[in-house]
């Protein structure tokens, strides 16, 4: 089985600063999916970024990227220029490409202060 | 807004009791997903189902069942309710089973007392 470990239950950061936030999982697989999903106070889970095993390119969406290392297995999402807006729960999944169902980590609680 | 909806948002009930929670799934959408999230176990697979089909199953007790309608929409039933079931549901769906990300409605929050 797969497993997602988030080993940052809480972060903190200043508005306009720059917060990374770990990730990293347990796979034998070789082609799989990897995500960053968004659970604000208002519990909606929110698709931040989508990262594909075979491309060796990091993700970037905006303010988010990623940083993928397949060989140590860490996917890591770094938000810069952060703000208040980005106070939430963060979610790292895993999909295999093979499965359906998406493995998530217990979350990293991210605080911004102003 | 995702474009998934789930209803309803709250639900308030006791043990024993059995409820039905509903999802439609976004426009062109074909597969879903239910996920179950409680502050002990956080975030897990339930079911998933692919225009209609049964495809993959979880961690899903044997008192909760589901399926997936004609119109693509998904009920998921859970019954013989116990405390430990109170969680926040979600419903995902996605264009198929493949490549693309799944994208959560806004979850339906089950309270047993």
């Known amino acids: 089985a797969q497993t997602v470990t988030q080993s940052q239950p809480e972060m903190s950061v200043q508005e306009a600063e720059t917060v990374t936030l770990s990730c990293t999982y347990d796979?034998?697989?070789?082609?799989?999916?990897l995500f960053w999903y968004k659970q604000p106070p208002s519990r909606q889970m929110i698709l931040v970024i989508r990262?594909?095993?075979?491309?060796?390119q990091n993700a970037t969406e905006n303010r988010f990227s990623v940083n993928f290392q397949k060989a140590a297995k860490s996917f890591s999402l770094k938000i810069s220029d952060s703000q208040l807006g980005d106070a939430a729960m963060y979610f790292c999944?895993?999909?295999?490409?093979?499965?359906?169902?998406?493995?998530f980590g217990k979350g990293t609680s991210l605080l911004v202060t102003p | 807004d995702s474009g998934v909806t789930q209803t309803p948002k709250h639900l308030i009930t006791a043990t024993g009791q059995r409820v039905t929670l509903r999802c439609s799934p976004r426009?062109?959408?074909?597969?879903v997903y239910w996920y179950q999230q409680s502050l002990d176990q956080g975030l897990q697979f339930l079911i998933h189902y692919y225009n209609g089909e049964e495809r993959a199953k979880g961690n899903i007790l044997e008192r909760f069942s589901a399926q997936q309608f004609p119109d693509l929409h998904s009920e998921l039933n859970l019954s013989s309710l116990e405390l430990g079931d109170s969680a926040l549901y979600f419903c995902a769906s996605s264009v198929d089973e493949g490549r693309w990300p799944q994208h959560f409605g806004d979850g339906t929050r089950l309270s047993i007392l």
């Open positions: 999944a895993y999909r295999r490409n093979s499965g359906y169902e998406l493995n």
């Open positions: 426009s062109g959408d074909l597969s």
């Open positions: 796979t034998s697989e070789s082609d799989y999916y």
């Open positions: 990262q594909e095993a075979y491309k060796q």
